[in-house]
Each structure stands twice: as C-alpha cells, then as structure tokens.
C-alpha cells in the first residue's frame, strides 16, 4: 500500500508522433485529476489509487513541482477536511516519492505552516488535527534535510545509522533528542485522532472514523523505525556516558514506549487496520539501558503492509492507453464468458498464447521508444541547463550595474546636498538684500495691503451670496428649516457687523496713518523754520560764512523736495481713502437691499410653511381615518365570525384566551396614551395609529378565540362569553367610528372598551380547567420528591447494569461476549450522562426558585408557578421511567429474551424525554446562566451516548444475526417459479401489515397528540382545528404519574440546533 512498485507494461502508451509537450501535458492532466480525486471535501479516506498515481508523478518528474503547483491552488483555507486530506497525501509522498520531493516541500514550508496556523486558531474538530498534523511534517522535513543520511522513508541499515550518528558522544546526544522530538510529534498526532473517535467498531468501520484514521497507517511506520533507532542510540549513549547523566534520556524514552505501546494495542484491536496493516507488538516493558547485553534481547519491530486487492492496481489508465485492436472490449467480455461458462473449443488456448507473444512484442517496442524518449528528455534538459547558465550570467552583469548606479547615484545626491547650500547661502545674501529695500517698498505695501483688503471684502460678498443660496435651499424645509433660517438671519447680521466693525478699523487705520504723515511733514516744517533761523544767524555771522549759507541752501532745496513728495503721497492716500468709503457705502446699500430680499423671502416661506403645516395635520387625521377605517373592518369580521356556522367547529383554550384578553387590555392602555398625545399634538398621530392598529388585532383576535373558547364552554358561560364579545366588539366599533370624525374625536373615551374586556378575562379565568391530582401546597414538596426519585432510579439503572455485564461476562463469550459488552458499555455511559443532566438541572432549578421567589417562601413560589413546576414533576418522571425501561430492554437482550428494536425505541424515548427536561428547566432560566450552558452541555452529550446506544445496538445486531446462504443448485425451473410465486404472496402479506401497523401508529399519534393537548392546554393552539370534544365537557389533566406526554418522532430525527430530541412540553 505504501511502498512503490514497478509500474505495469500495460500502462504504458504507444504514441508515435506526440511531442514532448503533449507528453507533459497529458501528464499534467493525470496528475490534476489524481490530485483532485485524493484531495476533495468528502469526509472518507484517501484513495491509494489517487495516491500512488501521485507518488509515480514525482518519480516521473524527478520532483514535486507538479504536486505543489496544483496543491497551492486548492482552497485549503476553506475546508479542514481538505486541509487535512492535503496533509495526508503530502505524508505519503514525503514518505514513497522521489528523494527530490524533501527539498521541494522545503521551498513551502511556510505555505504548510500558515495552514497549520490557519486551522490552530479555529474552534474545528479537523482543524485542531490539522493544526497538529503540520506540525508533524514540518518536523519530519527539518530533520530529512539535516539528516540526509535518513530518508523520508526512515529505512536505513544499523550500518547507516552508526555512520550517522559518529563517533561523538555530543553528536550522538544530539541526534537521540531529535529523534525523540521527532517521536513526540507523531505520537501527539494519534493521541489527538484517538482523543476525537470512539474505538468501538462501528466507528472505525465508519467513513468519518477512516478519514481519521487513515493517516496513522504512516505514523506507525515512522514510530516503529524511530523506536528501533533510540534503542540503539540509547544503548550507544549509555556505553560512553555515566547513567546519572542519561537519567532525562531514560524517562523521556520510557514515557515515549508508554504511549507508543498503547498506541499500537489501540490500534491493532480496531478493525480498519487488521486488513490494511501488521502492527508489531511491543514488549512489556522498556529495555534495560543500564545492562549492556539487554540489546541482544530486542528485537526490531517490523510494520507489515498486505498485499493490495488487484481491482485496486488498476481502475484507471495511469497514462494513456495505446489504441489497440478493435476487438480489445469483445475479448474481454469473452474471456468473462470463458470464466463462468467454460471454453466453447479448444482452439481459444492458442489464440490467447497468440496474443500473449503479440503484447510481449508491443512491450519490446514500447521500451526502445521509451529509451529514445528518455534520451531526448535528457538532450533537452541540457539544452535548458546551458539557458539556465546564459540567463544567470546574464543576471550577474546586470547585478553589476545595478550596483555602479546605486554609486553613481550616490555621488550625485552629495553634489545635491552642496548645492543646496550653496543656495542657502544665496538666499541669506538676498534677504540681507530685501531687508535693505523693505524701506523704500513701504508705500507699495499699503497699497497692496489695502488692495489685498478690497479683495477680501469682494470674497465677503461672494460669501455671503452662496450663504443666500444655502439659506434658500434650507427655508424649503418645515419647523426645523424655520429655526435654521433663524440661526443663519443671526449669522449674516453678525458677518455684516463684522464686515463693518473691519471696514471702520481699516478707516482708521488710514486716518492714523494720514496723522503721522501730518505730523512728519510738521516735523519737516519746524526743521525747515529751524533752519531758516540757522541762515538768518549765519547771515548775520558774516562773509566767512558764506560757504556754510550755499550749503544750508542746497540742503533747504532737499527738505524742499521732501515735502513736496511727502504731500503728493499724502494727497495719493487721502484720494484712496475716499474710493475705499465710496466702495464701503455701496457694500452697505447692497447689503441693506439683500437683507431686505432676504427678509422678504423669509416672509414667503413662513407662509409656506404655515401651509405645509395645515397640510401635515390633514394628512395625519387621513391616516388616522383610514387606520381606524381598515381596524373597524377588522373588528366588523371578528364580530361577524360569531355568527359564522363555520366557526363553530373551531375551538380554543381558556388559557390562550386569557392571555388574548390582557394583551388587548394592555393595548388599551397603549391607546389611551396614543389619544392623549395626540389631542395634545396633533402634528404626529404615529403613537395613535401604532396604538390602534395593534389594539384592533388584539382586540379581533380576543373576540374570535373568545367564540371558540365558547364551543367547549358550557351553555350558561358559553352564552356569557359570546355577549361579551359582542359588547366588546360593539363599544370597539362605536370608538373607531368616533376617531374618524375630527367633532367626535375629542369626546372619544377608549376606556370604555376595558369593561368588556375585563368582563372576557373573568370568564375566561373561570373555564381554565383546575388541577384535580396535586395540591398547589404539596408542588414544592413535590418536586424534590420526583428528582430525588429521578436520581435514584439512574443510581439503581446503572448498578443492574454493571450486575448485568458481571452476568454477561460468566454467561457468554465470543462474539457475543463482544456484542454485550459494547452495548452495556455505551448504556452505562448513556446513564453517566443523564445522571450528571439531572444534578445540573437541579441546581438550575434551585438557582431559579432563589431569584424568582423574591420575598416569598419556596413552596409560594412552586405554588404561583403551578404549572411550570408540574411539567418540571412530569419531565422528572418521564426520565426516570425512561431510565428503567432502558434497563429492562438490555436486560432483555442480553438474555437473549428482548429485541434488539426495543433497545433502540428506548435510546429514542430516555433522549426525548431528558429534552423535555432541559426544556423544562430553561423556560424560566436567565439565558447568561452558568448553569443553563452546562444543562445544554449535558443534553448534547446525552444525545450522543444515544446515538452511541443506537449504534452499537445495530452493528451488534448485524453481527449476531445469521444470514443464510441461498442454495438453488438442487431446483428445477418450475420449483424456481413456484418459490417465486409463494415469495411474492409473502411479500404482498408482509406489506399490507406494514400498511396496517403504520395505520396504527397513526392513529396512536392522533390519540397522543389529543391526551397531549388536553393535558398541556397549550396557549397557542390555532383556532381554525376542529375538536371532538362536546361543548359541556371540561378537559381534565390525568394524574402526574402517568407516562409523560411526548410528540412523535421519526428515528434518528435530532434538533440540530438544541441538540435533543423533540419533544412537546406539557404542565407548564
């Protein structure tokens, strides 16, 4: 199964003429096939015929990189059975395919471990294998490639192993701790396969147990091979090492032959490995290091692999089979015909001999071809090989140049960096530069100052233009449109304040500045007197001062230019302080205009809305006339329905009409408030329309249920109950009529209609059947009482049952030893399970009673609650007689006096009715309750060991009974057709039993689901049923000791979303 064998002759194909390209792609499309097939979604083991077509790809190619090229593809993230699948294959390829495949998986490693990964953090049952099977492989691939003495196959001879290991004791050491990392891997993996399956044989025989299993068949072959090589490494170690160095050596390697050797007895005793695999038997106990000559005494465990069935070598052409002879298919059938019948002559004998000469011939041929083939593939590869070697040399030079201009590169952005700054010094030099004529750009800057200001106030008016707009758009809306014009009138008033709070500061911003211009020029002007006072003194100094006189004179005909220049720019911004309060002026009258557009505006929309507003309330009083329209013509049939002949025939619970009753009530109320808003605003009726249109329903609803609780009533409440209901539907109607008129609509008194309503409930509370077998005083007492009886009736189940296997054990051995044992086993653990299902429900039950009961005592609380704590008592009983009837039909088969049918109906019946019990316990549970998740827990694993139950029973059944060979040698043609005539009497008697008996059980599901209904009364029962039941009666409960009542139910049927069987709950 695992090991490569020689392939066939007959595999080959003949193609003369076909390229090397059509050869690969003919095997690339074998090998995605082979690929596809041995890794899919379905839960069952891997084909070794996908497999080993895969395995001979890697030989052919020399490699994995066909495997890998299509495994990359798969969506492994998907799937954890894929995933898992994909692990499986890839074992078996690391272990039977091409020494080169070990140094391909290298190249993906990290491909293998993202799945792991992948999988590791997911809750999934496969992908926590998965998680743990990666691990493994990549394990395995480190230590091949480290060691690549050892090959993936770990066969090597003691010879290689010493050669391996050396001389070194530190070498040595070293490869024994890999070894035993090694070891742990694999026997962490089958832990985990084991963890997940149950051993009994009906799981291993099952294709999900195989799918599981199926890997390990490679895990025993690494363990066998490395626990034969630790021995020996061990026994080398402790030859050159002290015993107390080796002591971690020695307990690691005993707790690994531990469990390697319960993994080898586990597997060994299922049957899906006694025909696929020879498991070893390991020794009691591990070797003895410390004494040299206990390694004469091992001996090397051997993994034996059968040979494979041959319809299993060959289903499929491998490659392409050649096209032969026409007559290949008749042949064939002839050689079928020849095996059954026998030879029609004696001449066939020489023609096989013919064409067993004929494809000897065809093979010799097909071998030369192969040759040539093979020679051609090897000239080609060379051929790539000398690209291969041009391509790299030509990868190198451009390396190389890559690597000059990343220096030139380099070069250059150091002649950058000087240049900037070189340029960082430019520009201190031409900000000196700019400091020194900041001077004479002063003028110039007010200008572009004032210029940059005009800009801004034109940007102003824009703004305020799309702020228009925007306010235009926003008065489109109602009530909130208002107060969003409100708040942007607010916010335009603001910005043309501040527009002129900036306007008045730019004002006097000039005027100071034409200030300090007068003030320089009167400066100028005293310089110019105080020099005029300087060249009258000088005069009068005399003729040797007449040189100082020409030069105050020219000096006086500077100042004098000064002040002609000062005063030409003081005239320039006195001119441009004028344009700018002409262009202020005009801004404002502007503004002043759109205020009053705007306020004009804001006129008409106030009208408008004014008009939207009339038309909301006209449209909410329609609404509300059309809801209460439509709820009087709802109510109308509802009051119609009482005098409908075919309502008669429907009926209805006291208890469902109680609740109809109070939810109307309720919807009073609702309605009451509704009225009030909206007598207060009558803008919005959506509280009064929600109010009405479930009052209406509510109300309908209580009327009919009210008329079909009638049915059942008798006469004197009957006739009661039908005239409430027509006052009620009256009053109901006389309201929706006055909620369509606006006049009557402000005297309209909803409370009118709880009178009727009232008057429903009391009746209805009055026909509630009462419980006639249990005080409501004694329910507390009660229900301790019925669980403590519960848990001892699963204590003395499981303890007949133990005696029962002790009596099996004696009385039987064998097969049928086997059988018991199994079916007592899984009973055990079915009663383990239902005893640890009623200790949690217990707790949650007291954890129910403490934060339910609030002040009251325990027995007030059972007692308010009545009807929840009788279908607690029911369920507690239906468990434990569930539990002894399961004993009772094992004790049955096991004496061989019962049906193995009847052990089966017993696993259905003790799992639907511990559902009933968890249902039970969680109708008044608090959902984040600690306790309710364990009690779910629990009916989960209960389901399990039923199913368990079920299972064992019917693969110990399949083995018991005796299937009786047919025998026909003996009859003739007409005792053939007589036998035929009276099997066909037979089988038409035994189907109309069948039809007979599922009339039957029809009928006693017909009569279970009544006795359940009566019982339970169950508050959502649909009014249209017809009942039986006669109008004067009243349904009584039957005693809480009877069989609890519980919904039929095919086999096998499970909740998948509880996990429990489903059950109809009763008493609560």
Known sequence: MNSIKNVPARVLSRRPGHSLEAEREQFDKTQAISISKAINTQEAPVKEKHARRIILGTHHEKGAFT?????????????????????????????????????????????????????????DRYGQLVNIYTKFLLTKISFHLKHP????????????????????????????????DYMDCALKLSESVFRQLNTAIAVSQMSSGQCRLAPLIQVIQDCSHLYHYTVKLMFQLHSCLPADTLQGHRDRFHEQFHSLRNFFRRASDMLYFKRLIQIPRLPEGPPNFLRASALAEHIKPVVVIPEEASEDEEPENLIEIGTGPPAAEPAVVADLFEQTFG??????????DLQMETLKREVETLRTELDKIQLEAQRYVAQLKGQVNALEAELEEQRKQKQKALVDNEQLHHEVARLRTAQLEGERDHGL??????????????????????????????????????????????????????????????????????????????????????????????????????????????????????????????????????????????????????TLSQEQQRSSRERGELQGRLADKESQEQGLQRRLLDEQFAMLRVTAAEAERILQDAVGKLDDPLHLRCTSSPDYLVSRAQAALDAVSALQKGHAQYLISRADASALVAALTRFSHLAADTIVHGGATS???????????????????????????????????????????????????????????????????????MVDKEMAATSAAIEDAVRRIEDMMNQARHASSGVKLEVNERILNSCTDLMKAIRLLVTTSTSLQKEIVESGRGAATQQEFYA?????????????????????????????????????????????????????????????????????????????????????????????????????????????????????????????????????????????????????????????????????????????????????????????????????????????
């Open 149 to 180: 003495e050892f090959p993936a196959g770990l066969e090597v001879t003691d010879e290689v192993l010493e050669k391996a290991a050396g001389t070194d004791v530190n070498n040595v050491f070293q490869l024994t701790v890999e070894m035993f």
């Open 67 to 123: 495997f890998w090229s299509y495994a990359i593809g798969l969506p492994l993230p998907s799937s954890s059975i894929l995933s898992w699948k994909f692990c499986h294959v890839l074992h078996k390829v690391l272990r039977d395919g091409h020494p080169n495949v070990l140094h391909d998986c290298q190249r993906y490693r990290s491909n293998i471990r993202e799945i792991g990964d992948l999988w590791g953090h997911l809750h």
């Open 711 to 781: 049915h059942l009533a008798p006469t004197d409440p009957a006739d009661r109950l039908i005239d409430t209901c027509r006052e009620c539907g009256a009053r109901a109607l006389e309201l929706l009529r006055q909620l369509q008129d606006q006049q009557a609509l402000l005297q309209a008194q909803p409370g009118l209609v709880q009178t009727p309503l009232q008057g429903i409930l009391q009746l209805g509370q009055e026909l509630q059947p009462k419980s006639l077998d249990v005080r409501q005083e004694e329910l507390g007492a």
């Open 343 to 352: 030879p029609p002559n004696g001449s066939m004998k020489d023609d096989r």
């Open 433 to 582: 530069r700019e400091e020194a004529e900041k001077k004479a750009c002063a003028t110039e800057a007010r200008y572009n100052k004032l210029k940059e200001k005009h800009s801004e106030l034109i940007n102003t008016h824009a703004e305020l233009l799309r702020k228009n707009a925007d306010t235009a758009k926003q008065l489109t809306v109602t009530q909130q449109s208002q107060e969003e014009v409100a708040r942007v009138k607010e916010q335009l008033a603001f910005q043309v304040e501040q527009v002129k709070r900036e306007s008045e500061m730019k004002l006097e911003e000039q005027s100071d500045q034409l200030e300090k211009l007068k003030r320089e020029l009167e400066a100028k002007a005293g310089e110019l007197v105080r020099a005029q006072a300087a060249l009258s003194r000088a005069e009068q100094s005399g003729l040797e001062l007449s040189s100082k006189l020409d030069a105050l004179s020219a000096e006086k005909d500077t100042l004098s230019s000064v002040v002609r220049q000062r005063q030409a720019e003081l005239e320039e911004a006195q001119s441009l302080v004028r344009e700018k309060e002409e």
């Open 864 to 1068: 308010k609650n009545s009807r929840w704590t009788e279908g607690l008592i029911s369920a507690s009983k239906a468990v434990g007689w569930g539990a002894t009837q399961l004993v009772e039909s094992a004790d049955k088969v096991v004496l061989h006096t019962g049906k193995y049918e009847e052990l089966i109906v017993c696993s259905h019946e003790i799992a639907a009715s511990t559902a009933q019990l968890v249902a039970a316990s969680k109708v008044k549970a608090d959902k984040h309750s600690p306790h309710l998740s364990r009690l779910q827990e629990c009916s989960r694993a209960v389901n399990e060991m039923a199913a368990s139950v079920v299972a064992s029973t019917r693969s110990g059944q399949e083995q018991i009974e005796d299937r009786d060979t047919m025998d026909f040698s003996g009859l003739s043609l007409i005792k053939l057709k007589k036998q035929e005539m009276e099997t066909q009497v037979r089988v038409l008697e035994l189907e109309k039993t069948l039809e007979a008996e599922r009339v039957r059980l029809g009928e006693l599901r017909k009569q279970h689901y009544m006795l359940a209904g009566a019982v339970g009364a169950p508050g959502e029962e649909e009014p249209s049923r017809p009942s039986a039941a006669p109008r004067g009666g009243t349904s009584k409960k039957p005693p809480l000791a009877q069989k609890p009542s519980v919904a039929p139910r095919q086999d096998h049927q499970l909740d998948k979303k509880d996990g429990s069987y489903a059950a109809q709950l009763v008493h609560y």
